[in-house]
Every structure is written in structure tokens, then in C-alpha cells.
């Protein structure tokens, strides 16, 4: 399949604008800027960014996916490469996560969240918690 180089151009763009868009938003966290003076850096009467570009990223994502794959789309196919290269590293970090954290505290009962419904917990467990909470 031939590659087109215009999508991983825009591609490019978008993944320099959104780390862009992280570090300009850390002065404020960091006590190094006000927020009103990094503001017009970042955003305009209609967005943010960081918002635009995530946008673009996922519309040429998912342009490139469905021209690679044309007529051979299987969803199981698609769900298990999705699960497989996003949910199990994101599986192993979570887990080392909390490893870390355990040995931090020096005690489980400091890194568990009791009180969670579990709700939340299925959630997390399907990689979706800060899509839910961007959401509300």
C-alpha cells in the first residue's frame, strides 16, 4: 500500500502542537508565568490548541486507517490490534503504577482508593477514565 506522506506531515504538525501546548500549560502550574500572559499563546475565542490539534490527529488517524485497510476491515481484527498495542501497555504501566507507588508508601492501604464505585473502575479498566472525566 502506498504511504502518504501528506498525512504523516499533518501528523507531525498536530504531535509538535499538542507537546507544545503541555509545556506552555506547565509555566502556570510551575509559578513561572501568569496564566493571562500564555493564554493568547494557546487559544482563541473558539479553542485551544491542544484541542484543535488532537482533533486533526485523530481525523488523519483514522483517514490512514481506513486507507490502509479498504476492503480487508474485520472488527474483531480492529479491536484486538487496538487492544493489543494501546490497552496492555497501558495495562503494564498502570501496573508498575501502583508497584511504585506501594513501595513509596511502604504500605498497599496507602495507594488503594477505597470508596470508588465501580463504575469507575470499569472505566479505568477499559483505558476510558479521562475520557469520562473530560466529559463529565
Known sequence: ???IKH???VRVICFVLIIYYHMIAQLPING???HETIYPLVANANM???TFAVAVFFMISGASL???TKDKLSLGTFYLKRYIRLLIPFYVVTFM???VN???VRDFAGVYTGGVPVWRWIFTLFGMDEWVSMHG
Open 102 to 104: 506501594v513501595i513509596r
Open 66 to 68: 481506513m486507507y490502509t
Open 97 to 99: 503504577y501502583y508497584i
Open 48 to 50: 485551544q490548541i491542544g
Open 7 to 9: 498525512f504523516d506531515v
Open 32 to 34: 513561572i508565568c501568569a
Open 1 to 3: 500500500m502506498k504511504r
